[in-house]
C-alpha cells in the first residue's frame, strides 16, 4: 500500500485536536429540552418566588443580623456571594428559558401544519360529499316520486274505470274479450 502523508488542513478544516480539550457529552437533545422546559414551567411558579423569596430573605438576615463570625456573606461586602449566586441563576435560567420556548415555538409549528393538512383534507371531503350530493339530485330528477306514481296509478285506474264502464254500458262493441278472442 502507499504511504498516505498527513496534508496540512486548510483554515476552513476544524482540527481534530479539539475534541481532547473538549469532550464528548453524551446527551440526547431531547431529554435536555424537556429538562429545560420543566425548568423553565417550575420557574414560572408562585411556588419558586416563595422558595425564592424565602432563600433570599433567609441569607439577609443570616448575614445581616448573626455574629461576623457566622456570617459567610457580610453585608460589608454589599452580599457579593448572595449577587454572584443570583447572576449565575438568571444567566443559566435565560438560555434554558429560551430553549423551551423554542421547544413550544416548534411544537406549535407542527401543530399549526397538522391542522393545516387536516382542514385541507376536511376541505377536500366536503367538496367530494358537495359533488356527491350534486349528483344524486341530478339523478333523483329522472326518478318517479310517490306522489308521481299515485297519480299514474290514479289516470290508469280512472282509464281502466272507464273502460270497463264502456264495455258494460256497449257489450257489443267488440273491445272485450269476446270481441278479441273473436278477431
Not at 102 to 123: G, I
Request: charged share 30%; glycine share 4%; with cysteine.
Amino acid at each position: 500500500m502507499a504511504d498516505k502523508k498527513k496534508q496540512p488542513a486548510g483554515l476552513d478544516t476544524p482540527r481534530l485536536s479539539r475534541r481532547r480539550w473538549f469532550p464528548q457529552v453524551g446527551v440526547s437533545e431531547e431529554s435536555f429540552g424537556r429538562a429545560s422546559e420543566g425548568f423553565a414551567r417550575f420557574m414560572g411558579t408562585p411556588k419558586f418566588l416563595v422558595y425564592m423569596t424565602a432563600f433570599c430573605a433567609i441569607w439577609l438576615l443570616w448575614n445581616t443580623v448573626l455574629p461576623d463570625k457566622l456570617q459567610f456573606d457580610p453585608r460589608s461586602l454589599n452580599y457579593t456571594l448572595l449577587t454572584l449566586i443570583l447572576s449565575l441563576q438568571a444567566s443559566y435560567a435565560a438560555p434554558l428559558i429560551l430553549l423551551a420556548e423554542n421547544r413550544s415555538a416548534d411544537r406549535d409549528r407542527v401543530a399549526l401544519e397538522n391542522d393545516r393538512q387536516m382542514a385541507e383534507r376536511n376541505l377536500a371531503d366536503t367538496e367530494f360529499l358537495t359533488r356527491e350530493v350534486a349528483s344524486l339530485r341530478i339523478a333523483l330528477r329522472d326518478v318517479a316520486t310517490r306522489d308521481f306514481v299515485r297519480s299514474e296509478l290514479r289516470s290508469l285506474l280512472e282509464e281502466l274505470d272507464a273502460a270497463k264502464a264502456d264495455d258494460a254500458a256497449d257489450p257489443d262493441s267488440g273491445t272485450g274479450r269476446q270481441g278479441h278472442a273473436s278477431s
